[in-house]
């Protein structure tokens, strides 16, 4: 809503001088001219009719105008009660553009929020990409309505530690955490390595042998969960070749011998898995996964190397909200998690369930963030 | 035999009462979208994605590919009518079928342009009904040094395009180089030249710049221009009809570039951008008269529109083939696949094939479709010129406004665009070309990835960058592109003299 009023001020306040205000007001002087017209032809009942009809119109327009604004200042007087329930339509912004693991998450809920009757109100899903998230995030931070809320995984961790952003997790309230995703590291299917021994074995002796590819900057996601593991298994992170390739081509690079590695979530590699194009060394999870070819790969605990990564993804609102809203959304998102349309999800998209309520989730975060922390510190990328 | 099953199958599923309407629908919506300035086939794509909840996955997914190809085919227009480029992939559209449309001949320009578009679309879906699978190995061909080469050549590209001043034109690109660092450093992840702002984390889009160099700039330079009166001639449509010397000068570049552009296309992220520069440029060089180009030249519309086009149906190729989109745009169609339930992949052609040959097939119908709706709607298209001039002008800024905010629903990206405007207001006034800025801002991030991504991997070995015959001779042809004319104009000098 503010970005639209921005806008629309925008657009008035172009230097346009007169030209524009002419093309606008002309169909309008026209039809009054030809409402006189007709009143000198046709009589005065024609004429009143026609003035009744632009009145109740104009009427219209008005009330469509402000019915928005109305809401908006009744949202302010609701706060702070016992019981807490949504007065207007509630906004969930997914921080990238459409069609990313925030924006299917942030959409599906949504549905299922609205089909199976979960919430009354209206729920609308916003892209606001940017930022690798930070645009979204200070958005919520600056709108500051419990009616506003966002989706967002450990990218929310990663991006205030290396220093992209300046709000971190500490600045919102986390609502509900909804799934677990895991991450992959896949080779071509020609590739020496059979396990991730066998690949930690060579880059134990030469660390800058490998090259790993992933679809996210250094530092973030698909980095750091290779990082992560990669320590365990004993070897020398400060020397790890990460290419980040954000066009898409990083499995490209994998099949043509660019790199050796490709990082990357669980589902992005089961296609190419099942047409023989690149086998999977190892996935991230502490537990086998289930689905067709997602339980033929082992997990790194499997093959003694004790460490996991986890990409939750969960709901947050703005910092300080009330705590009976907090609440109501819990609630609200733990019937999702329960409901059996995304246990139906769940398994289409291979995720897993890891629901936690606000204050759990809080808790999580918190290690998370003291633990990814000083991994970054030790590879020097930390702020 | 198999093949030949699913293409058969492809044909029913296209060729059925359903199919056709939906590539009808959808090139219907995926040329009007694109037609308007600022919007290109990814809102467009977007746009219908929620359209097609519910239905059957191969019908939908026809439709889907209608409207990114109608969207490519109609996004000429605003480059040729408005100088106003909705996607990266028509500006070299701009640099000749502007000129003309000025010139009062608007509607031989979008004759041409739909005319090399429906050629180019049809001769790559030709190719890739027979090569796709084979093709899927060259689309992952290309590695870091490769692609590296292959913008380098790209950008050999300013030489030619720079109309008198060869300074000027250089500083211009290394403007759009700048422009171009702006963001956040895939490959460290450190910000750069942001001042602070997660606005410009991402770093700035194609489309701002794009409409403010061109769009805005054109329209700045109207407003302060407005009463001299050679300008007004513009609102002349002209003869629609094509000359049979016009038809002859189109030839060459379209059964060229249909062939160029679609290999480039293939190529993931290379795509529409790329081949219609290089198209652009190979056309320029091999020309007999190549001081017409930038002037309205036929060939100068011609190469870029068939290459855009035949690009679009390349990049089918790693998407249905591998799964591997090439581009933002084939990016968001991956997304509208997975919605469908349709994982593209290797194992596409065997467990889908209505699916795989179904979409190749229904853009032969699609492609005729446009050719058959644009050809008779250009003289009405064309009538946008005749509006008057401080209304066109309104809803030219109006358009650019809206194509920039729906990037990412921004207020900021509006006062780039502004900026930008003003930038290529003054480079336009002291005869600064922005063709070299815009060539310079969309390869020079690729280049520098690909160029740093090789490094990382040799260890920082230079050796990389010429380890294999792909880059080798991308490089040859690159020298050459740089060293062929010099000989030519040393030669024409010695017989001056």
């Known amino acids: ?383 | 035999m198999g093949a030949l099953d699913g293409l058969m199958q492809g044909f029913q599923v296209a060729f059925s009462l359903q199919g056709i309407m939906f590539v009808l629908i959808g090139v219907v919506t995926g040329t009007l979208i694109g037609m308007m300035p600022g919007l290109g086939p990814i809102s467009a794509i977007a746009i219908m994605i929620p359209v097609t909840y519910g239905m059957d996955p191969s019908t939908a997914l026809v439709m889907m590919a209608g409207v990114y190809y109608g969207a490519v085919f109609g996004g000429s227009t605003s480059s040729i009518l408005l100088n106003a480029p909705g996607i990266s992939g028509t500006v070299a559209t701009a640099f000749d079928g502007y000129p003309m449309a000025q010139r009062g001949e608007a509607g031989k320009a979008l004759a041409i342009a739909a005319i090399s578009s429906f050629t180019g679309g049809t001769v790559s879906v030709v190719l890739l009904m027979l090569f796709a699978p084979a093709l899927a190995q060259v689309a992952v061909s290309f590695g870091p040094p490769q692609y590296f080469a292959l913008m380098f050549l790209g950008l050999t590209a300013i030489s030619s395009l720079s109309e008198g001043s060869t300074i000027k034109a250089l500083i211009s690109a290394t403007l759009g180089f700048i422009a171009a660092t702006i963001g956040m450093d895939a490959q460290t992840g450190t910000t750069r030249f942001t001042f602070g702002t997660p606005n410009l984390i991402e770093g700035i889009d194609f489309l701002v710049i794009a409409l403010g160099l061109f769009a805005i700039a054109e329209v700045c330079f109207l407003i302060i221009n407005r009463k001299d009166k050679s300008l007004s001639k513009q609102s002349d449509i002209g003869n629609l009809k094509l000359s049979k010397e016009d038809l002859k000068e189109m030839k060459g570049p379209m059964t060229r570039q249909s062939f160029l552009g679609f290999i480039l296309g293939v190529l993931p992220g290379a795509g529409a951008t790329i081949a219609s520069f290089i198209g652009y440029i190979t056309e320029k060089r091999i020309a007999k008269k190549p001081e017409e180009f930038g002037k309205g030249s036929v060939r100068g519309v011609a190469a870029p529109e068939t290459a855009n086009n035949a690009a679009t149906s390349g990049a089918f190729v790693p998407l249905l083939s591998l799964g591997i989109p090439g581009s933002g745009t084939t990016a968001v169609m991956l997304g509208a696949f997975l919605v469908l339930g349709i994982q593209p992949g290797p194992l596409l052609v065997q467990d889908r094939p209505e699916v795989f040959w179904g979409i190749i097939a229904s853009m032969y119908i699609g492609n005729v479709f446009l050719l058959i709706l644009n050809l008779p709607l250009i003289p009405y298209i064309a009538k946008i010129l005749k509006i008057s001039r401080p209304m066109l002008i309104s809803l030219v800024i109006i358009f650019s406004l809206i194509g920039v905010y729906s990037i990412s629903f921004s207020t900021f990206d509006l006062y780039l665009l502004l900026i930008f405007g003003v930038i290529g207001y003054l480079m336009r006034l002291f005869s600064f070309p922005a063709a070299p800025f815009i060539l310079a801002f969309i390869l020079g991030g690729m280049m520098e990835q690909a160029l740093r991504q090789a490094l990382t991997a040799s260890g920082g070995n230079l050796a990389i960058l010429v380890s294999d015959p792909i880059s080798i001779s991308l490089l040859i042809v690159s020298a050459l592109s740089f060293v062929v004319p010099l000989i030519r104009i040393r030669k024409k000098d010695v017989t001056q003299d």
């Open chain 1, 1 to 383: 809503m503010y970005n639209l009023i921005n806008f629309m001020w925008f657009i008035f306040l172009l230097p346009l001088k007169q030209n524009i205000l002419k093309t606008v007001t002309k169909p309008f002087l026209s039809f009054t001219m030809k409402l006189m017209k007709d009143y000198n032809l046709k009589g005065r009942d024609i004429y009143m009719k026609k003035l009744w009809m632009m009145a109740i119109l104009s009427l219209l327009v008005f009330v469509v105008a402000c019915g928005d604004q109305s809401a908006d200042s009744e949202a302010d007087s609701g706060e702070g009660g016992g019981d807490w329930e949504p007065e207007q339509n509630i906004e969930i912004v997914a921080p990238s553009g459409a069609g990313g693991g925030w924006d299917t998450t942030a959409r599906s809920v949504g549905k299922i929020m609205e089909e199976e009757g979960i919430v009354d109100t209206d729920i609308g899903v916003v892209n606001k990409p940017g930022g690798g998230g930070a645009v979204g995030w200070s958005y919520i931070n600056s709108t500051n309505d419990p009616h506003n809320l966002f989706v967002s995984s450990p990218p929310l961790i990663f991006v205030p530690l290396n220093g992209q952003s300046d709000l971190s997790y500490e600045d919102f309230t986390p609502l509900s955490n909804m799934i677990a995703d895991y991450g992959a590291f896949a080779v071509s299917e020609d590739a020496e390595w059979d396990n991730l021994n066998d690949l930690f074995d060579d880059m134990k002796e030469d660390p800058s042998s490998v090259t790993v590819v992933g679809a996210s900057s250094p530092g973030s996601m698909d980095h750091m969960q290779f990082v992560k593991i990669a320590k365990a298994a004993g070897v020398d992170i400060q020397e790890i070749k990460y290419v980040s390739e954000q066009e898409g081509g990083a499995l490209t690079q994998i099949l043509n011998g660019s790199a050796d590695v490709y990082s990357t979530g669980v589902a992005e590699t089961v296609e190419q898995v099942k047409a023989g194009k690149i086998k999977v060394l190892g996935v991230t999870s502490e537990e086998r996964l289930d689905g067709d070819v997602l339980s033929d790969f082992e997990t790194a605990k499997e093959q003694g190397i004790d460490a996991s990564f986890v990409n939750w993804r969960g709901f947050f609102g703005p910092k300080d909200m009330d705590p009976a809203a907090v609440a109501y959304y819990e609630e609200k998102f733990k019937e999702v998690s329960d409901s059996d349309k995304f246990a139906e999800l769940r398994d289409q998209y291979g995720w897993d369930e890891m629901y936690m309520n606000s204050e759990e989730y809080q808790e999580f975060l918190k290690e998370q963030n003291d633990e990814l922390g000083s991994l970054l510190e030790e590879l020097g990328l930390g702020q």
